[in-house]
Structures are given as C-alpha cells and as structure tokens.
C-alpha cells in the first residue's frame, strides 16, 4: 500500500512539475483556444461508453449466473467514478463497485455471489485489455510511434499477442494451482478464490470471443468519437493512424492504477509521445489534461447520483 501511493505522490508530481514548468497562464490561454462545442460533445459521448461498457459487464454477469439490469450496472458504474476523484487510483471506484454489485445482487438473490462478481469483473478488465491489445499491436506494425525504436515496437506486439492467447488458453490451464500461494490457514480467502477461478474457467469460449468482440468495438467507437472530438477541440492536423497509436498506447498504460484516474501519467506520456509532431508542450500538456477533465466530470455527476441515493435511503 506504501508503494502504491508513492507510485500517485510521483503521477500529481508530474502534473505539478509539468504546469509549474510552462506557467498556469499558458495553459490559461490553451484553455481559451479550445473549441467548446467539440468539448462537450466529447463529455456527452463518455457516458454513451459508459452505457456501452455496462452492457458488455451484463452479458459478463449472465455467463456467472448472475441477474442484474443494464440501468442498475450503468449508475453503479457512474457513481463509482466519484470515488476515483476522492482516493487515488482505481482502488476506490473498484472497490465501490463490488460492494454496490454485491449488495444489489445478494438483496434480490438472498445468497453470496462475491466470488461470482469478483470473476466477473476480473473477467470484465482482461477482456477490455485484451480487445485494446488487437487494436495495439496492428497500430504498432502499421503506425510505428517517431521517436521509438522498432524493435521495442516489435517486442510489444509480440508480448501483446502472447498475452491474448494465454488470456483464451487460461480458461482451459489448471489455475487452481495458483491458490497453493495462499496460505493453507486462510480458509474463507482460498475458497473464496477458488469460487472466482471455477466462475471463471465455467465461460464458453465463444462468449470469451464475443465479448472481446463487443471491447474491440468499443475501442473503436471510442476513438472515433471522443478521442476525435478531443483532438478537434485542440484544433490538432495529426495524421489518424499515428494519433491512434499514441492514444492506445498510453490508454495501455493507465491499465496499471498508478494515478489518480490517470491524471499524471497521462500528461507525463503525451508530451514525450506528440514530441515530434511540431506540437507545443503546453499544448500537449493540456491535451492530457483534457482527457482528466472527463475523469472529474464523470466523478462529479458519480457525486451527485450517490448523494441523491444516500439521501433516499435515509429519508
């Protein structure tokens, strides 16, 4: 846990590093450059994705045996993102969104599903990363990022395609053999994961494919939309194929929770990456930035929504 908010003291120290460095009235009047209406389009279209998402979570849970609506899995998403804002990382919002998960679910089941949700949302994040690995690696190949050597673009692809077949190989492995890590004395933690590995190996493989089908997709729409809209507001001429590398590179790496909804790594990335585009660094600085806006946005309206419902069930 120490090293882990290390790790967020070093991501909000880039951001102030980086916006002391250019001046706050620089970035002020980037600010003011910025087409508003491609702005907003861009946050509207997030929740769109966010909708998106929970669809793909729902047939997730129905493969685990679980009953939840779309609606239901769609505002505890929202809501969670409030919590990325008030505790670094994904921890908070992850965390929030098994217990409201866990709590819908077992109301109306009247039973333990922890282990069923635990699956599943594992199994939610390594379908998502590995529908961004098919985007990934082609990009690499047909895209090469400047200023990177192509050997190192060549080792990623291949890591990338090594992980997505052990991702499809690991339904048939004999995972079971990882609980002999834990402890023989933690009991309740060994069935517990136990259940969550059984949930897991229990998908057919074709779901596993079509649901990596449904991310790749995803990913797509994504890009095409808001990542677009952002880089239009910005008023940015790069060509799409290399945009679409850089931008799926450093989604890649806010895969590992390391800043607070990304803010930090994501700016510390882009400035390196758009270095050899005739770019300002104020102006891919601020680019990060913008895609931190819809993290607070989105944390905001998550904010609303939890007190409305704290509030209705208290009174």
């Given at each position: 846990m120490k090293s882990y908010f290390l790790k967020v003291f070093v991501s909000v120290g880039i951001v102030v590093f980086l916006?002391?460095?250019?001046?706050?009235?620089?970035?002020?009047?980037?600010?003011?450059?910025?087409?508003?209406?491609?702005?907003?389009?861009a946050v509207l279209a997030s929740f769109f994705f966010y909708f998106?998402?929970?669809?793909?979570?729902?047939?997730?849970?129905?493969?685990?045996?679980?009953?939840?609506?779309?609606?239901?899995?769609?505002?505890?998403?929202?809501?969670?993102?409030?919590?990325?804002?008030?505790?670094?990382?994904d921890l908070a919002s992850?965390?929030?969104?098994?217990?409201?998960?866990?709590?819908?679910?077992?109301?109306?089941?009247?039973?333990?599903?922890?282990?069923?949700i635990m699956s599943s949302m594992l199994c939610d994040r390594l379908f998502n990363l590995g529908a961004l690995m098919l985007w990934f690696m082609p990009l690499l190949i047909v895209a090469p990022l400047q200023g990177v050597g192509s050997g190192y673009q060549k080792v990623g692809a291949l890591v990338g395609i090594l992980f997505f077949i052990f991702l499809i190989l690991a339904l048939k492995l004999p995972l079971p053999i990882f609980l002999s890590i834990i402890p023989r004395s933690f009991t309740?933690?060994?069935?517990?994961?136990?259940?969550?590995?059984?949930?897991?190996q229990g998908m057919p493989v074709s779901l596993v494919m079509g649901t990596v089908g449904l991310y790749f997709a995803y990913h797509m729409l994504f890009f095409w939309t808001v990542d677009v809209l952002l880089v239009k507001s910005?008023?940015?001429?790069?060509?799409?194929?290399?945009?679409?590398?850089?931008?799926?590179?450093?989604?890649?790496?806010?895969?590992?929770?390391?800043?607070?909804?990304?803010?930090?790594?994501?700016?510390?990335?882009?400035?390196?990456?758009?270095?050899?585009?005739?770019?300002?660094?104020?102006q891919t600085v601020f680019f990060g930035f913008l895609g931190s806006f819809l993290v607070i946005v989105s944390g905001l309206v998550g904010g609303i929504l939890e007190a409305y419902v704290w509030f209705g069930e208290h009174h």
């Open positions: 916006a002391n460095r250019i001046g706050w009235g620089d970035l002020a009047l980037v600010w003011k450059s910025v087409r508003v209406g491609s702005l907003v389009a998106f998402s929970s669809l793909i979570l729902k047939i997730i849970f129905s493969a685990h045996g679980l009953k939840l609506n779309i609606r239901s899995i769609f505002l505890i998403n929202v809501r969670s993102m409030f919590y990325s804002l008030l505790v670094p990382g992850v965390t929030s969104r098994f217990h409201h998960f866990n709590k819908k679910i077992r109301f109306s089941s009247n039973q333990s599903v922890a282990p069923q309740r933690v060994r069935h517990f994961f136990s259940e969550a590995i059984e949930s897991f910005v008023g940015w001429t790069i060509p799409w194929l290399e945009l679409a590398s850089i931008i799926f590179l450093v989604r890649f790496i806010r895969f590992i929770p390391i800043s607070i909804g990304g803010i930090g790594l994501r700016e510390g990335i882009y400035p390196l990456l758009l270095a050899g585009y005739g770019l300002s660094l104020e």
